[in-house]
């Protein structure tokens, strides 16, 4: 069974910064593009990064380009999200999910993932 576990979430002022990590767990982690989302009160959720399988190809949200950084770690399991300069429309809870496969140009469409751990929230105030 593939779980997905988001942590690291909270509060920072605008300009900070915070580190989200996904544990993974059930399935076999480098087989699978994994990436995170996140949805803001009264939005739809929304691709925010993402990163594939085999070749590590990686997708940015044009709004986080140049201040979010993400990574994967294939021997402890887990995605991480740098997010650097935070600013307060950053603000939402933050979603983290996995699919078999290399995924490329529907990465950051959230439909295209069957797996989702828990949300984390963040909050950034100006």
């Known amino acids: 069974e593939v779980q997905l576990q988001a942590s690291g979430g909270g509060l920072a002022q605008a300009g900070g910064s915070l580190r989200l990590s996904c544990a993974a767990s059930g399935f076999t982690f480098d087989d699978y593009t994994v990436g995170w989302f996140r949805q803001a009160p009264g939005k739809e959720r929304g691709g925010v990064s993402c990163?594939?399988?085999?070749?590590?190809?990686?997708y940015f949200a044009d709004s986080v380009k140049g201040r979010f950084t993400i990574s994967r770690d294939s021997a402890k399991k887990t995605l991480f999200l740098q997010m650097n300069s935070l600013k307060p429309e950053d603000t939402a809870v933050y979603y983290c999910?996995?699919?078999?496969?290399?995924?490329?140009?529907?990465?950051?469409?959230?439909?295209?993932?069957?797996?989702w751990g828990q949300g984390t929230q963040v909050t950034v105030s100006s």
């Open positions: 990163i594939s399988s085999s070749v590590g190809r990686t």
């Open positions: 999910a996995a699919q078999a496969g290399a995924i490329y140009s529907s990465a950051g469409n959230p439909r295209t993932y069957d797996n």
